[in-house]
């Protein structure tokens, strides 16, 4: 009696598990909810029910359904379960294999190399704990399992591909190379295209067409929807093989639902051949699969190369602003709908840099950041390739869709939400119903509509303070330039005094801090030029900003000439002010100029700022003026220059215990966060400044430990000491000064700091 009703409740077990299966989400008519409901309950009554095989199989089957399942805050709320039910089968199967089915042991080892690969490539886990799991399993799978142990193999090796270790990698894959492909955990086609994606990322690009030689060779089969080896593109291009590389990425480039790596492919080899159009026609068209966010490890390498992309797409002029379009349900959503190329590629660069860090430490080697960096600033392979014409128009330069979250189609629906967003209250939904009346007005072709709320919006970001949006005002006030050149709108006064108010405001946090590259400031500046109103400062607006894009691109001449065409224009109140010029010695002072900036100072003569001048003073023989005015002016100094000019006087001249005092009274200053534009032109010089006063102060033999005060947003932090105070300057120029690099086009500056 008892063994006939256990057979009925493993029967109906049975039947319950194969209902299940047809709930799946990769079933026709899969219902995900009902799928996870019924696979959470039916493990649960297979776990009370204690017979080892029904067991086994709805264990496995309870373990993929766990990957459908979403998470709120790390994917290892997901994960982790998942991992523990495979273990336990694991263990299950080790005791007594004859009571596990084949097929449900083959899907469990399929599991353990996705978990794997996720560790891996996507949410990634230490690799000293991933190796430790590789190993366990190594242990638990026998000889007669070998597709299990291939595919703990690539697991391995992609995990060292991930470190760098290039010598490991080379072992594993030789090894690798002389079995076959099992076909129980693998599509062989997919091995080879991942194998060819490792190399070239690790820069064997001579590897990674050797990885796919038996798939072109027709020795393994290729699926019909991968025909195309997007996967040869760059290691084509690098070997030489121009023509194949053309004909492969106009082949397949306008190709809808690519994977990660191959949009990164296209993308990087259209800013590496001088195609940044095509390229941004590229990103354009892949924006929902990347997104600008960069959460997993294959990511950050698209992230990287859409961030090159865009950089090269600015250093030639190309920015533009264009549309996002929002297509969710969510009435009262607040996503931005105006982009700009350089925006994006400063968000996609920061994330994509500040993932590579998290998985250097993850990784216990500098390698991924390495490379992720090397790409992000890669230099042209061949210049001015030339490109077959698109086999589609440019999605880029299309005119949008309509908002889905604004009605108003035509110029008076179109005002009236203007005017409606005018009444918003809070600052960001404000501007993105500014925003959405814009998209729609260039969807509408109303350009008169889209200046004035191009100009509303910028009013709006103008009123805010805080830097993020510092982007979102430049490109704005580009636009509305850009449309009075092209006649789209009438340079009417009250636009044009619109746009002289912001003028000066966009350019001076524009040359402060990391934003726009240094080509579309001066581009900004002509088209300004092009708009001077005679009688008012708006040349003197353009020719001081001029001087300072000069001294920003390390170029003394022309700042020199710039600064003399701006002195032969009437003297005005703004710019004879103490910060003007204060601002005034300091490019000449960046620029290495002692006599300019000397005579700069000329009009504030005895001025506490006059400390500015203290290296120029020593290099110019007047050391007692340096040491008068560090005694009248070291007790005020707080601003970035004058505490960047007292510490490098005293290291210059080996007043330490001076220096200390100065050092640790700034504190505040080198306290700085982890946003993409904080590291401002002024810290530079005073990073390195702080680094070398602390350097001294080390070698002299201060080694005690210290504490760094409390911030308002910091408790005070123990263990400081000056050698690690120098370190961490160090690190901080040697990465940060990078992004200045970048949207200036040279290293002048950071030799001079570093030097």
């Known amino acids: 009696m008892l063994s006939e009703r256990a057979d009925a409740g493993g029967a109906e077990l049975r039947r ?8 799946c989400p990769d079933e026709p008519g899969g219902d995900k909810e009902r799928y996870l409901a019924e696979m959470e309950a039916l493990h649960a009554d297979a776990e009370a029910y204690g017979e080892p095989g029904i067991l086994f199989e709805i264990r496995i089957e309870y373990a993929y359904s766990l990957g459908f399942k979403g998470w709120t805050k790390h994917s290892r709320e997901a994960v982790a379960p998942r991992l523990r039910v495979l273990r336990k089968s694991l263990l299950m199967w080790h005791e007594a294999p004859h009571l596990c089915d084949g097929s449900s042991v083959e899907a469990m080892w399929t599991q353990f190399y996705r978990l794997l690969d996720w560790y891996t490539r996507f949410d990634p886990e230490p690799a000293d704990r991933t190796r430790r799991l590789i190993d366990e399993l190594e242990r638990y799978c026998p000889p007669t399992r070998p597709a299990a142990r291939y595919a703990l193999r690539v697991a391995r090796m992609r995990l060292e591909a991930r470190r760098g ?3 490991e990698v080379e072992r594993l894959w030789r090894g690798l190379r002389t079995q076959d492909v099992p076909t129980e955990h693998f599509l062989p086609d997919g091995v080879a295209r991942g194998d060819a994606t490792m190399w070239a990322q690790l820069g064997h690009h001579e590897r990674a067409i050797e990885a796919m030689a038996p798939v072109l060779a027709g020795q393994i089969p290729a699926r019909s929807d991968r025909v195309e080896h997007v996967d040869c593109l760059l290691p084509y291009l690098h070997t030489g093989r121009v023509a194949e590389a053309v004909a492969l990425h106009q082949r397949t480039y306008a190709r809808s639902g690519m994977k990660l790596e191959a949009v990164a492919a296209h993308l990087e080899f259209c800013a590496r051949t001088g195609n940044e159009e095509r390229g941004l026609d590229v990103l354009h068209r892949n924006l929902g699969r990347m997104g600008y966010g960069c959460r997993y490890v294959v990511e950050a390498w698209t992230a990287a190369a859409a961030a090159l992309l865009c950089l090269r797409a600015a250093a030639k002029g190309l920015d533009r602003e264009w549309v996002w379009a929002c297509t969710c349900a969510d009435p009262g959503c607040t996503d931005l709908a ?13 994330r994509a840099g500040r993932l590579a860090r998290r998985v250097d430490e993850l990784n216990g080697t500098s390698a991924f950041g390495e490379r992720i960096d090397a790409l992000v600033h890669a230099e042209p392979l061949v210049e001015g390739l030339e490109l077959p014409p698109g086999i589609e128009p440019p999605s880029h330069l299309a005119v949008p869709p309509p908002s889905v979250h604004l009605d108003a189609a035509d110029a008076a629906g179109l005002r009236e939400g203007l005017e409606r967003a005018r009444g918003v209250e809070r600052p960001r939904p404000r501007i993105v119903l500014t925003q959405q009346v814009m998209q729609n007005a260039m969807a509408a072709g109303e350009p008169g509509v889209l200046a004035d709320a191009r100009l509303r919006l910028l009013d709006d970001l103008l009123g805010l303070g805080w830097r993020g949006w510092a982007r979102h005002r430049f490109s704005a006030l580009r636009e509305l330039f850009r449309m009075l050149d092209e006649g789209t709108v009438a340079a009417a006064p009250e636009r044009l005094d619109a746009l002289w108010r912001a003028v000066p405001v966009v350019l001076d946090e524009s040359l402060t801090r990391p934003g726009p590259h240094l080509r579309q400031v001066r581009d ?4 300004a030029e092009r708009r001077v109103r005679p009688g008012t400062a708006d ?18 001449g022309a700042a020199r000439g710039a600064w003399a065409r701006f002195r032969e224009l009437p ?11 204060l601002r005034c010695v300091g490019w000449w002072l960046d620029l290495g100029c002692d006599g300019e900036a000397i005579e700069a100072m000329a009009p504030l003569a005895g001025d506490d700022r006059e400390d500015l001048l203290l290296l120029s003073y020593l290099r110019t023989g007047r050391t007692d003026d340096a040491r008068a005015v560090h005694e009248r002016t070291h007790p005020t100094a707080s601003g970035h220059p004058e505490v960047t000019a007292h510490l490098r006087y005293c290291a210059e001249i080996g007043l330490l215990d001076r220096g200390r005092e100065i050092l640790h009274r700034a504190l505040p200053l080198f306290h700085g966060s982890n946003e993409d534009d904080d590291f401002t032109f002024a810290d530079m010089r005073l990073y390195a400044a702080g680094a070398r006063v602390c350097e001294l102060l080390a070698e002299a033999g201060h080694a005690e430990n210290w504490t760094w005060p409390a911030d308002a947003c910091c408790e005070p932090e123990d263990d400081w000491t000056y050698a690690r105070l120098a370190r961490e ?7 940060e000064s990078r992004r200045w690099e970048e ?4 290293a002048f500056h950071t030799r001079a700091v570093t030097g």
Not at 16 to 23: M, N, S, T, V
Not at 572 to 578: D, I, K, L, T, W
Request: hydrophobic content about 45%.
């Open 16 to 23: 319950r598990y194969q209902e299940a299966r047809k709930l």
């Open 165 to 167: 270790d290039v010598g």
């Open 338 to 350: 105006i982009w700009s190329w350089a925006e994006l590629g400063a968000q996609l660069r920061w």
């Open 524 to 527: 900004l500046l002509d088209a």
């Open 539 to 556: 040349l003197h607006h353009v020719r001081w900003f001029r001087t300072e894009a000069a001294a920003r691109a390390g170029d003394a």
């Open 571 to 581: 003297p005005v109140e703004r710019y004879a002010s103490r910060e003007n010029v």
């Open 729 to 735: 300057c160090r690190g901080s120029v040697a990465e």
């Open 743 to 746: 949207v200036l086009g040279t």
